[in-house]
């Protein structure tokens, strides 16, 4: 068997320090992976990693701190992204470890952040005047704003902590951009030719659960079912032609400063 030499121990002692120079910088640079898909794969990844303790969306569970209100142990995005990579000693917040990929730590430091709506910016529309396209589209039809209004979608009580104004505008001309499983909606018709759809509340391997429209709850075998499908879409419909320009600039303003420091 042949012996390594001084140039390959070199050499592997090189590989180690780029790899540990390339942890270094990742930690202190700039996030790159901010795009609307690395956004995407940061929240898959958050519910894959992180969201038994942080709950879905982030907004708590019964061992990690609801993250849609702020950081407390990172104000960066270089102490997020070692948050992240490493957890925090002598908690329950281990971390992903260093098999995770860099791109996927700072993807879900992407993610982290949208939940939070970003540094406050200012907005050009009018409140007022879209507290009025709020009522005047119906959305309370579906949404909550403090207690009143339907739950077919997103509490909005405090949405402008969590959207920034870009995201609130994509929310509403392209509301299929991104739609969370947790608004997932099922049409399946029964083998008996009973068709149902409605929100999609639980699937596993054998069964489903699906809230409709008049919010009744039905628990399905899909032994028992002639067919299903799984509808990833928005029920929301596309505001983009529906609106005016200045309404959705208004609609905008008015959503984004739903806070919690305004609740």
Known sequence: MPSRGPSHV???????????????????????????????????QFDRHCSRCHGIGGTGG?????????????????GLFVVVRDGVPNTE?????????????WQIVAYLRSLTGGVRVDVTGDPAMGASAYAGADCASCHMIDGSGAMDGPDLSTIGSRRSPDELLSDLTEPDERVQPDWWRMRVTHADGTRVEGRRMGEGTYSVRILDAEGRM???????????????TSAMPSY???LTEGELE??????????RAER
């Open 10 to 44: 070199l050499s592997g002692l090189l590989v180690a320090l780029l790899a540990l120079g390339s942890h270094v910088a990742a930690q202190e640079g700039t996030n790159v992976y901010t795009t609307a898909n690395d956004v995407g794969s940061g929240e898959r």
């Open 218 to 232: 039905w628990s399905l075998q899909k032994r028992d079912l002639a067919s299903y499908e799984r509808l990833e």
């Open 240 to 242: 983009a032609g529906r």
């Open 250 to 259: 208004d609609l905008v303003a008015y959503l984004y400063g739903l806070t």
């Open 62 to 78: 019964e061992r990690g701190p609801d993250l849609t209100s702020g950081f407390r142990r990172a104000n960066t995005d270089g």
């Open 93 to 105: 917040m281990l971390g992903l470890g260093g098999d995770a990929t860099d791109q996927t730590v």
